[in-house]
């Protein structure tokens, strides 16, 4: 079996699994009783969060943990409107965003704000002229991630945020696919609020961050105890929150070599199937993405169809389409970037992580060819 589907989500780091388990059985306390129960597993959340801390470049006191990276955004983009809703009611947005920032701006819409999104380049890449441009007296957020997830183009986030410091205006950027990949540097950045997830990151599912700069205005998104320094109510959970520290732990201490190893494999990737496979095209700035990430266009190909055939051969990808009721809904990220329908609907996104090998890309290689040139004879690929 071969995982190339990292960006979608990834297996749980083995040494997040060891930490995590005492939390599920002698560790049990609550971390808000004042008893000796609760004061270890207090203790064990800190050190997580200095260590979630660490890796995004930012102060303990400003990681508050949240259910997803999905309640991150919205608790960020919420929590802005709510919280200046006096001030504006404008925020802008590029078009590429993860719906679980698009939906929140989305609902916002259709309740008085105003968004004002932005197109990308065909080269998926952000004008910051036009972002500025797009800024009015009344805007409160801008809303721009730091790597798309489906072709980890990466976006000129200190740019943007010293437009939005001019202009007094908050930047939020959706940080879950680049965490642990890239260097965030948040203390330097100008950045304001940042989301996060810790099933991107080899954590398990069910647990995320969102860093509010010191001084930033965002109301709760989740009212309730007095947990998170009364910024998201509800009892913490210990043993997610503690593997995602010990997962920021481990990215930070192996990325710059971990992600230099994945770049090479993913150029061999991409190299190998430019070569062999003619009619095919990279999507997506080569120069200016995440060294994991790369999307690929087949001409005269179906990409549920090639989805289902890599399937079969036990090789795991994935596409920014998604296969509605028989009906293929073309990648909005693709499409903003002016990608032609014919050409959107052949593209696979391949995110290599942890664990990939030299031989599964040789595997891919052997395959990949045979199964696209029978696609395109009329056959299934199997």
Known sequence: MIYLDHNATTPVHPEVVEALLPFLTEKFGNPSSIHWAGRAVKGAVEEARE???????????????????????????????????GRGDHIVATRVEHPAVMNPLLHLERHGCTVTWLDVDGDGLLDPERLEGALTDRTILVCAMAANNETGVLFPLREIAEIAARRKVYLHCDAVQAAGKIPLGFRESGIALLAL????????????ALVIRRGVKCHPLIHGGAQERNRRGGTENVAGIVAFGKACEIAAATMTAEMARLKMLRDRLEEGILARIPGSRVNGSRERRLPTTTNISFAGVEVDSLLMALDLEGIAASSGSACSSGTLKLSPVLSAMGIAPEVARGSVRFSLGRGNTEGEIARVLELLPGIVARMRRGGDGS
């Open 51 to 85: 260590r979630v801390a660490h890796l995004v470049g930012c102060e303990p006191g400003e990681v508050v943990f949240t259910a997803s990276g999905t309640e991150a955004d919205n608790m960020a983009i919420k929590g802005v409107a709510a919280a200046l809703a």
């Open 197 to 208: 997830s810790g099933h991107k990151l080899n954590a398990p599912k069910g647990v995320g």
